[in-house]
């Protein structure tokens, strides 16, 4: 079976189209990456790719910025409205999307998005109050949960995994919808008995949670979990490591998705092929910028949890470097 590891398992990214890039002293074409909550991974992923990206600026014309947004699925729907040219997304919302399935059957399928590379595994992750009485996942009924803000990656899964279980909202005594960056706070503030959180590990966020108040990091296991990672190539079965966290010293099993960073056909080939040069050509810079890409490897980046085609300017550089 698939076994997603934090040490292993790499999902790739596709970037955004624009107009063609500009030569040196010809204006500038700026691009925006979509990332995530400012405590996740996301938002370093776009924050390195652009100082990567932007340092050679005065060769390619790129200028990049990557804001923080509401996380996958709002990253998404800003590539189809137009309004990012590149953001981070899970591998199961790039497919949903790609789809027009689950949190995008009203948009319907999205055949211009095109994936550029994966990045860090991100199992999804339920930490809980120790004083709350939880201690497996079916435990969530009747408490407080946060389930995330609509946009995020996580709430998508967590809606996914509410289906699967048979849960409604009205089965948890409070569905929360705070953000990422709000969740550790509430956790420690006792205003929840649990959150969750599609991420790379480690990161800010949870950390936040195991340090600030007594937590534990919860199991996500049973034949449907199993199942989930059989049968679809987006999913995996997943472990979080014991002593990553303070209090938390077991391993925990869990399943994940990848993060990847996508595009659209929208975005030139040029612009693609320009940042995904920025990265690859510096990729034991970029993998010293986060803990959660220490172990990246760039054959499992071109080939783990992309779903959509890959994107020309991806292909380019890929093929230059004799990788396909
Ligand atoms: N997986 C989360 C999402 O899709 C974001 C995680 C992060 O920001 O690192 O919204």
Redesign the pocket.
Same mark, same amino acid.
């Given at each position: 079976m698939k076994h997603l590891t934090v040490t292993a398992f790499a999902v790739l990214f596709a970037v955004g189209s624009l107009a063609s890039a500009p030569t040196a002293g010809a204006q500038q074409t700026f691009v925006n990456i979509g990332?995530? %909550?400012q405590t %996740? #991974? *996301? *938002?370093v992923v776009g924050q390195s790719i652009c100082r990567l990206v932007n340092r050679n600026t005065d060769e390619h014309g790129i200028r990049c910025t990557a804001p923080s947004t =509401? %996380? $996958? @699925?709002a990253n998404l729907n800003a590539l189809r409205a137009g309004e990012q040219e590149m953001g @981070? &997304? !899970?591998s199961d !919302?790039q497919y949903n999307a790609l789809n027009g399935i689950g949190a995008f059957a009203d948009a319907g399928p999205m055949e211009e998005l095109r994936a550029v590379f994966s990045v860090h595994p991100?199992p999804f992750t339920v930490v809980a109050r120790a004083d709350s009485g939880i201690e497996t996942f079916d435990d969530l009924v009747g408490k407080r949960v946060n389930i995330g803000n609509p946009g $995020? =990656? !996580?709430r998508a899964t967590m809606d996914m995994l509410m289906e699967l279980r048979g849960w409604s909202r009205g089965d948890f005594r409070l569905a929360s919808e705070l953000r &990422?960056a709000e969740q550790a706070q509430a956790l420690c503030d006792n205003r929840v008995d649990a959150i969750i *959180?599609? #991420? %790379?590990h480690p990161?800010g966020s949870i950390q936040e949670a195991t340090t600030s108040c007594d937590t534990r990091i919860i199991a996500v296991t049973g034949d449907d979990i199993e199942q989930l990672a059989a049968d679809n190539p987006y999913y995996a079965i997943a472990t979080i490591p014991g002593g990553m966290y303070n209090n938390n010293p077991d391993d925990v099993q869990t399943f994940g998705v990848g &993060?990847t960073f996508v595009s659209t056909t929208h975005v030139s080939e040029d612009v693609i092929y320009a940042v995904v040069k920025a990265v690859f050509e510096n990729f034991d810079r970029f993998k010293r910028l986060h803990p959660a890409f220490a172990n990246l490897d760039e054959a499992a980046m071109i080939t783990n949890g992309l779903s959509a085609p890959l994107h020309d300017g991806a292909v380019r550089y890929f093929t230059e470097r004799g990788w396909m």
């Open positions: 990332t995530g %909550g %996740g #991974v *996301y *938002y =509401g %996380g $996958s @699925v @981070v &997304a !899970q !919302q991100e $995020s =990656g !996580q &990422a *959180y599609t #991420v %790379g990161n &993060a």
